[in-house]
């Protein structure tokens, strides 16, 4: 009666070319951890680590070492532990085990023990989403060429969309204004509310300048208008004429102390939280309570999980009361994931008991 743990590795191939400011993304890898005891090894939680290149903190060359390092001392630890004697303060030494700078194996690890605590059915909190309980979602509009983007707008409103949100910083500043103007000649700022994610493109010294452009076309955010760590961030925050939402800014504040103080200095409007990114399940709460605290409006966004991630994220924002459409309608953007009880309908995410998981295949390699 010992329970043990090992991983395994998937590629996800995207259904488009997926233009982001960073470059362009075919495929996306990701590590999953499982957790299961020796004596019913059927039951079995699943976590998922998918560090972003280019952005995670651990989305390092040695991060498969690392991995492998940390489920070998999870077995360790686990030795001499059966399921029926996991508690808080075993989570916390599984915890113990992985190193600083790993939030997407910190997610991993976390979601893969409470998916086992629950029964190894891929429930990871048992609360109302699973119950019928509908989340609000944006619907994502990926760079590209104007014609490209403009048909995802109204492919996204088609479906039922009333929150979409536009990456910008990939194609002429003109142009993405084009787009706006295209959009809010057609759809009012009532009938369609729009967000921006610039991922730090914009320059400090003519950001204000694009932010004042943008702000007539009636948009109820953006995201990191300029690159994380700069001190023109606070002004820009402060005298933004569209609210600031920070997202990259969050990735290299790891301990209470520097996320109090970030938000304290910084003041933005929102935050948007990645648990992949931002420290796990519990990196996120910590966030959402000092978030809360400060008057922050916050909401919780996937990092291109596939479908055993964007789960767990769901039922983890299902705690909590939904103000705002949040950023989780990525399930569909691998013609290989996994099949899941996860649809997305009428610009809500929702869960269907009544369709099954794929994931016995995968999780047997």
């Known amino acids: 009666m010992a329970l043990q743990a090992d991983y395994f590795k998937k ?23 499982k957790l299961w005891d020796d004596i019913n090894p059927d039951r079995y939680g699943l976590g998922e680590c998918g560090p972003l290149p280019g952005l995670s903190l651990d989305a390092i060359p040695e991060f498969e070492s690392v991995l492998s390092s940390v489920v070998r001392k999870l077995c360790e630890l ?26 997407s194996i910190t997610f991993g690890v976390e979601t893969a023990y409470l998916d086992l605590l629950q029964g190894g059915k891929r429930i990871i909190f048992r609360n109302d989403f699973l119950k019928g309980k509908l989340i609000p979602v944006n619907g994502l509009i990926w760079m590209g060429e104007p014609d490209f983007m ?45 967000r921006l994610d610039a991922n730090g493109a914009f320059e400090p010294s003519d950001a204000m300048n694009k932010l004042q452009r943008l702000s007539k076309y009636d ?87 596939s479908n055993i991630g964007l789960n767990s994220i769901c039922q983890f924002t299902a705690n909590y ?26 610009g809500f995410i929702a869960f269907d008991p009544t369709k099954v998981w794929n994931v016995e295949l995968a999780a047997s390699n």
């Not at 590629?11 to 075919?26: H, P």
């Not at 030795?79 to 600083?100: C, D, N, V, Y």
Request: negative net charge.
């Open 78 to 103: 686990k030795r001499h532990m059966s399921f029926q004697q996991f508690g808080a303060a075993t989570f916390q030494r599984l915890k113990e085990a992985i190193p600083p700078h790993f939030p």
């Open 219 to 305: 948009i109820h955010s953006i995201e990191q208008p300029i690159m994380q760590g700069l001190d023109e961030m606070a002004e820009i925050c402060e005298k933004s004429p569209i609210p600031v939402a920070l997202d990259e800014e969050l990735i290299r504040q790891e301990t209470l102390d520097e996320r109090k103080q970030l938000l304290q200095k910084l003041k933005p409007a929102y935050i948007v939280l990645k648990p992949t990114l931002h420290g796990g399940l519990s990196g996120c709460t910590q966030w959402i309570e000092l978030a809360e605290a400060f008057g922050i409006g916050w909401w919780i966004t996937s990092a291109l999980e």
């Open 11 to 33: 590629v996800f191939e995207f259904n488009f070319k997926a233009k982001t400011s960073r470059g362009y993304l075919d495929d996306k890898t990701s590590w999953f951890i």
């Open 321 to 346: 009361p939904i103000a705002l459409p949040q950023g989780l309608g990525t399930g569909t953007l691998y013609h290989n994931n996994f099949d899941s009880p996860l649809h997305v309908k009428n």
């Open 150 to 194: 403009l048909d995802q707008v109204h492919r996204r409103i088609e479906d039922g969309f009333r929150c979409i949100k536009l990456k910008i910083g990939g194609l002429d500043f003109e142009q993405e204004c084009e787009i706006l103007q295209e959009i809010r000649q057609r759809y009012s700022g009532r009938e369609i509310t729009i």
